[in-house]
């Protein structure tokens, strides 16, 4: 298998400045993709660019914010037609139901479920008319497991794993396979900040004894986009080091 499996094709990654959305460019740049990626701070994109040039990928930055229904259009219509579309881009801002606010509420919704719902409604279409594509939403093993601080963070990726197995279902004749990816705990500056210094005690829940790394589930991506699955559609893939099967 070329490790160019995906020259000559277009990818967009949402959220892509740091973390998983960060090593997932890098990696589909990797094999051979031209990767656009978004993210709010134009500091941090274009670091995310500089690794991808390193990797001998090309890679553009677009400011956008996926909580922002005008930036969510405006970001469709500047990269237009994608061959592979991954909806990574997330906030998790963890609180037990009752200390939970509106606002917060509103937000991670508005980013997690809102804007990943109109992005991919925005350049699906084409996807459509070419019979081809592949969109991968980055889920959390969160959406099947209850957690006290959770709530709405898990909520939202329940939903986000509705909407793949249906646009699986409504894309699925037109050739456009949609999946979704379930990390577990994965070691992130965000995830470590999150959980502070019980992040590495998530390694004695896990069957595999350690927690995964950003790259594992950059991985898990790329073999999504590309044609090796080319009969995966509808799944929910959990990458969590087994933590599902305990």
């Known amino acids: 298998m070329s490790t160019k499996e995906l020259a000559g094709k277009k990818a967009l990654v949402t959220g892509a400045t740091s973390g998983i959305g960060r090593a997932i460019a890098v990696r589909l740049a990797e094999a051979g993709a031209t990767v656009y990626l978004t993210g709010r701070r134009a500091e941090l994109g274009k670091e995310t660019v500089e690794l991808v040039e390193k990797a001998g990928g090309t890679g553009h930055f677009v400011v956008s914010d996926v909580g922002n229904l005008d930036d969510v259009r405006k970001l469709a219509q500047e990269v237009g037609e994608v061959d592979v ?12 139901t009752t200390e ?8 991670v919704f508005d980013v997690n479920v809102r804007g990943t719902y109109f992005l991919t409604a925005a350049l699906a279409p084409a996807m459509v008319s070419k019979k081809k594509g592949a969109i991968i939403n980055i889920s959390s093993i969160g959406a ?11 909520a939202s990726k329940a939903a986000m794993d509705a909407l793949t197995r249906s646009w699986a279902v409504e894309f699925g004749a037109h050739g456009v396979r949609v999946n979704s990816v379930a990390p577990g705990p994965i070691r992130t500056d965000a995830a470590v900040t999150q959980a502070g210094e019980v992040f590495e005690e998530f390694s004695n829940q896990l069957p595999l ?18 044609d090796r699955s080319s009969f995966v559609t509808g799944t929910v893939l959990a990458a969590d080091g087994g933590y599902l099967a305990s």
């Open 209 to 226: 004894a350690r927690v995964g790394e950003p790259e594992e589930i950059a991985d898990v991506v790329l073999f999504l986009a590309s």
């Open 144 to 154: 099947d497991v209850g957690n006290p601080v959770t709530s709405v963070y898990s």
């Open 85 to 96: 579309l991954v909806n990574n881009a997330g906030i998790f801002p963890f609180a037990p």
């Open 100 to 107: 939970q606010s509106v606002e917060t509420y509103d937000q």
